[in-house]
């Protein structure tokens, strides 16, 4: 990362397993990604302290499209959810 380049963070996961799977797609279309408290992620699956929740961060020149691809992931999770719901 160079000097110039601020981080920001773009998403606050509910648990580990949601940090890693978003990660993942951020890193496919070519973002670099910073997880904070990763140690918590895997260790805890639910936690407790929203201040210990892992979040991701980008490079501000990336945030627009990482906000875009987070975006069509919660939607994708709120269909998911929606789609349990009615069953």
């Known amino acids: 990362m160079s000097d110039d380049s601020r981080l920001v963070q773009i998403y606050s996961a509910t648990d580990g397993t949601d940090a890693h799977l978003l990660r ?6 070519g973002i670099e990604v910073f997880m904070d408290h990763e140690e918590s992620a895997e260790m805890l699956a639910f936690p407790n302290d929203p201040s210990i929740a892992p979040t991701l961060s980008v490079r501000d020149d990336q945030a627009a499209l990482a906000r875009e691809i987070v975006e069509r ?15």
């Open 24 to 29: 993942g797609f951020l890193e496919d279309e």
């Open 73 to 87: 992931y919660e939607a994708r999770n709120r269909d998911y959810e929606d789609s349990d719901a009615e069953e």
